[in-house]
């Protein structure tokens, strides 16, 4: 579920400090107890049946160290890992980067940059699957409208995208990066927002202006939120499915696979789930310590601009 | 008299500098613009190009920016149920909509008694619960797929449309907690001290405060719940058989063959994409409003 990341995503920033309660108004009444147990047990109920078992059940999958030994022998393996760096990598920092940048560019206040705000988030408006298909489509070859652009505009022959490795990869990456880039320059949009007219006037006045308006000024006040922002969107790169096995479709050969995708190629096409949670579990290392960070970045709410 | 006229030269220079200056970041702009414009619709558009082409098989694009005959006839076949591998379109799109609209309410209702209980009612170690919120927002829901595979038929949910919503509840009711909590603090905690004051019970608390007031986040969760199940390919791909599946899985699953209709595919694509779009755009202002607020950060945001 790729498209997990959706509208707020960093809305989180906030949660974890509850409403301030006054101390002395910790009692309730034993019917309201009740009610409050009552009222939350629902996702309760949900977060142990679909989150707290599978979990448990994937631990428990992928605990025979000889899975590990597998992995390391199967051939598509390591590159698999190569690719899931390069995917991540490169599709959370240049994204984010480059939103960075935008997120500036939709600050001026002109008629026309407003409404191409509103086309520039239609990817992120539009399903996952099918903008991935389309992109699919437009990189088939000398069928696809980006190799018959070429040819008509430049008289280029354009590469069989999805016959190369790096191609196919990076055709993934461009992809992710289209798909997800509006979102995450919307959110950086509304972080800019709340830094005060005041404080550029007062930069402007010791001569901070253009670049160096951005790197003394505007990019410390954002630089928190930013980076709780790449955090999170490298937990989300790391579990994306969608984008590789319907881009490249892992192709040619299984050599554009992710970690995610090879997990599921494992599990589903050739029956062995162990594996394909094994293959997932080896994220861990990575994944672990980010959420670690994420959490108490979270829940103590330095996500303050 | 000497002092002005020498600064005079050097301002008017200054000011030429200022406009030159001007003029590109204004030109730079436009071009950006431009860049932007085409990176934003190449795909879109290549959507239509295939969709509009009279021709079912071919994708082919011959240099016309514009099909020269353009026909509306993917579109009549997949709404005929003619188009192949689309006869079951309007079954799928019902079951997508089935998945999205339980998943709203589930997702709404779960959500919302949730965090009023945590935000309202002062309950006990309620940090457990927001934290049990932001660990499964932070676990992409990709690895979980293979152990829900196999619990959905340790449930008696196989290949039911009950485990997909099930499954989509499951991640989108944390985001759900949060973004409520994050709202209810604007709700002055008085409001529900009188109320209490006038004898109400917990759950007149919840129906006749709290979510009327809370009515703009309840739509940004519905929306939110009821686009990720639309948009989602993963957990119906896996969780339903082919025979009952939604019409996003159908679209995923024919894209490597080269036997499609691809102009009647593409025109469902459009099809499909279109009412999340419609109902974002319907509610911008909520969207937009809690955006704001995720940038921010509530908790200095206050009430304004």
């Known amino acids: 579920m790729s498209s997990t990341q959706q509208v707020l995503a960093v809305a989180p920033s906030a949660s974890g400090k509850g409403p301030r309660r006054p101390p002395g108004h910790r009692h309730l009444r034993s019917s309201d107890y009740r009610w409050a147990i009552a009222f939350v047990v629902p996702y309760a109920a949900v977060f142990f049946i679909f989150v707290v078992y599978p979990l448990g059940y994937a631990l428990w999958m992928a605990s025979k160290p000889s899975l590990y030994a597998d992995l390391i022998a199967d051939p598509l393996y390591l590159p698999t890992i190569v690719n899931t760096l390069l995917f991540v990598g490169l599709g959370v920092n240049v994204k984010m980067f480059l939103a960075l940048l935008l997120s500036g560019f939709f600050m001026r206040r002109r008629w026309w ?145 992710v970690l995610a995708t090879l997990g599921f190629h494992y599990a589903f096409d050739l029956a062995k789930p ?12 990575v994944l672990i310590p980010i959420v670690i960070v994420l959490m108490r970045k979270l829940q103590t709410s330095e996500v303050q601009l | 008299m000497s002092v002005a006229l020498d600064l005079a030269q050097p301002m008017r220079l200054a000011r030429r500098r200022y406009r030159l200056r001007r003029v590109l ?99 006990g170690k309620s940090s457990l619960l927001t934290n049990a919120a932001l660990l499964t927002y932070a676990i992409p829901a990709s690895f979980l797929i293979v152990p829900h595979y196999h619990i959905m038929h340790l449930y008696g ?50 129906l006749r405060i709290y979510l009327p007031l809370m009515t703009p986040a309840l739509a940004v969760v519905a929306v939110y719940a009821l686009v990720l199940a639309w948009n989602d390919y993963l957990y119906p791909s896996v969780l339903l058989p082919a025979r009952n599946t939604t019409l996003s899985v159908t679209q995923g699953q ?12 593409m025109a469902a694509a459009i099809l499909y994409v279109l009412p999340p779009i419609a109902v974002l755009f319907a509610l911008r202002r909520c969207v937009a409003a809690s955006l704001t607020m995720a940038g921010v950060d509530g908790g200095r945001s206050g009430p304004t």
């Open chain 2, 254 to 265: 024919l894209f490597a063959d080269v036997d499609a209709p691809w102009n009647a595919m």
């Open chain 2, 25 to 123: 970041t204004e030109a730079g702009s436009v071009m950006l613009g431009g860049v932007l414009l085409i990176w934003s619709l190449m795909p879109v558009y290549n959507m239509l190009l295939v969709a509009l082409d009279p021709e079912e098989g071919e994708i082919e694009f011959d240099g016309n920016l514009w099909p020269p005959e353009p026909s509306f006839e993917g579109f009549r076949a997949v709404m005929t149920r003619e188009a192949r591998y689309l006869e079951d379109f309007w079954h799928q799109f019902g079951n997508s909509l089935y998945i999205g609209l339980l998943t709203m309410l589930l997702t709404v209702l779960i959500g919302s008694l949730a965090s009023f209980a945590v935000s309202r009612m002062r309950l």
């Open chain 2, 157 to 206: 949910l196989s290949d039911n449309l009950w485990a997909v919503i099930a499954a989509q509840v499951t991640f989108a009711s944390p985001f759900a907690i949060l973004i409520l909590q994050l709202y209810a603090r604007l709700i002055p905690s008085e409001l529900d001290d009188a109320a209490r004051v006038d004898g109400a019970s917990a759950v007149q608390l919840y």
């Open chain 1, 113 to 257: 940059i407003r409404a191409l705000l509103v086309i520039y988030i239609l990817p992120w408006l539009i399903a996952a699957a099918q903008a991935c298909v389309s992109f699919h489509w437009m990189l088939i070859g000398e069928q696809g409208l980006v190799d018959g652009l070429l040819s008509a505009l430049f008289d280029i022959n354009g590469p069989i995208w999805f016959n190369d490795r790096w191609l196919g990869l990076g055709s993934n990456i461009v992809a992710y990066t289209w798909k997800w880039m509006p979102f995450w320059t919307l959110i950086l949009l509304a972080g800019r927002m709340t830094i005060s007219r005041d404080i550029y006037d007062a930069a402007e006045v010791d001569g901070a202006i253009g670049v160096r308006r951005f790197v003394h000024v505007t990019f410390p006040l954002l630089a928190n939120l930013y980076f709780v922002c790449t955090l999170l969107s490298t937990l989300w790169t790391l579990g994306d499915f969608t984008t590789v096995y319907l881009v490249s479709g892992g192709g040619p050969g299984f050599s554009t696979e």
């Open chain 1, 274 to 285: 162990a594996l394909g949670v094994a293959a997932v579990m080896s994220t861990l290392p």
